[in-house]
Protein backbone atom coordinates (compact mmCIF):
# COMPACT_ATOMS: atom_id res chain seq x y z
CA UNK A 1 0.00 0.00 0.00
CA UNK A 2 1.46 3.35 -0.77
CA UNK A 3 2.27 5.81 1.71
CA UNK A 4 2.42 9.99 1.62
CA UNK A 5 5.57 11.71 3.23
CA UNK A 6 4.37 15.08 3.87
CA UNK A 7 7.59 17.58 4.90
CA UNK A 8 7.10 21.69 5.43
CA UNK A 9 9.47 24.22 5.98
CA UNK A 10 10.79 27.26 5.66
CA UNK A 11 13.84 27.55 3.37
CA UNK A 12 16.30 30.29 4.28
CA UNK A 13 18.94 29.37 1.57
CA UNK A 14 16.62 28.75 -1.47
CA UNK A 15 19.99 29.00 -3.91
CA UNK A 16 21.66 26.07 -2.08
CA UNK A 17 18.20 24.44 -1.88
CA UNK A 18 17.74 24.46 -5.22
CA UNK A 19 21.32 23.83 -6.39
CA UNK A 20 22.17 21.07 -3.76
CA UNK A 21 19.60 19.57 -2.11
CA UNK A 22 17.28 19.07 -4.87
CA UNK A 23 19.92 17.37 -7.11
CA UNK A 24 21.16 15.21 -4.41
CA UNK A 25 17.92 14.06 -3.38
CA UNK A 26 16.56 12.89 -6.71
CA UNK A 27 18.80 9.99 -6.99
CA UNK A 28 17.37 8.62 -3.55
CA UNK A 29 13.86 9.45 -4.25
CA UNK A 30 14.08 7.36 -7.70
CA UNK A 31 16.05 4.50 -5.61
CA UNK A 32 13.19 4.50 -2.61
CA UNK A 33 10.28 4.75 -5.88
CA UNK A 34 9.22 8.27 -4.52
CA UNK A 35 6.80 10.17 -6.65
CA UNK A 36 7.32 14.18 -6.08
CA UNK A 37 3.49 15.21 -6.23
CA UNK A 38 3.35 18.71 -4.70
CA UNK A 39 6.52 21.11 -4.17
CA UNK A 40 6.63 24.65 -3.79
CA UNK A 41 8.74 27.22 -1.70
CA UNK A 42 6.28 29.68 -0.87
CA UNK A 43 3.02 27.55 -1.22
CA UNK A 44 -0.19 29.81 -0.02
CA UNK A 45 -1.13 29.62 3.61
CA UNK A 46 -5.18 28.56 3.95
CA UNK A 47 -5.13 28.45 7.67
CA UNK A 48 -2.66 29.61 10.69
CA UNK A 49 0.61 30.27 10.44
CA UNK A 50 2.15 27.34 8.85
CA UNK A 51 6.03 27.04 7.23
CA UNK A 52 5.69 28.39 3.66
CA UNK A 53 7.71 25.34 1.67
CA UNK A 54 5.65 21.76 0.76
CA UNK A 55 6.57 18.61 -0.47
CA UNK A 56 4.00 15.90 -0.95
CA UNK A 57 5.65 12.61 -1.70
CA UNK A 58 4.15 9.03 -2.56
CA UNK A 59 6.39 5.87 -1.73
CA UNK A 60 5.57 2.47 -2.38
CA UNK A 61 5.08 1.58 1.00
CA UNK A 62 6.03 2.89 4.77
CA UNK A 63 9.09 0.98 5.15
CA UNK A 64 10.48 2.62 1.53
CA UNK A 65 9.91 6.02 3.35
CA UNK A 66 12.00 4.84 6.72
CA UNK A 67 14.40 3.32 4.81
CA UNK A 68 15.17 6.61 2.75
CA UNK A 69 15.61 8.36 5.93
CA UNK A 70 17.56 5.97 8.06
CA UNK A 71 19.86 5.70 4.41
CA UNK A 72 23.59 6.23 5.57
CA UNK A 73 24.39 8.09 2.04
CA UNK A 74 21.38 10.68 2.87
CA UNK A 75 22.26 11.36 5.84
CA UNK A 76 24.45 14.24 4.84
CA UNK A 77 21.84 15.45 2.78
CA UNK A 78 19.53 15.27 5.31
CA UNK A 79 21.69 17.78 7.82
CA UNK A 80 22.20 20.31 4.74
CA UNK A 81 18.52 20.27 4.78
CA UNK A 82 18.08 21.08 8.48
CA UNK A 83 20.75 23.49 8.01
CA UNK A 84 19.11 25.22 5.05
CA UNK A 85 15.28 25.63 6.65
CA UNK A 86 13.55 26.16 9.39
CA UNK A 87 10.14 25.58 11.39
CA UNK A 88 10.61 22.03 9.38
CA UNK A 89 7.67 19.68 10.02
CA UNK A 90 7.12 16.05 8.68
CA UNK A 91 4.60 13.48 8.90
CA UNK A 92 4.02 9.90 7.26
CA UNK A 93 0.89 8.27 6.10
CA UNK A 94 -0.62 5.44 4.91
CA UNK A 95 -2.79 5.42 1.50
CA UNK A 96 -6.61 6.09 2.34
CA UNK A 97 -8.67 3.02 1.95
CA UNK A 98 -12.52 3.64 2.50
CA UNK A 99 -13.42 2.05 4.88
CA UNK A 100 -16.03 -1.40 4.23
Avoid: C
Amino acid sequence: MSAYFILTQTITDPQRYSNEYIPGVMPFLAKYKADVLAADFEATPLQGDPARGVVVLRFPSEQAIRDLLDDPAYQPLKKLRLSITVNASAVMAPEFKMPG
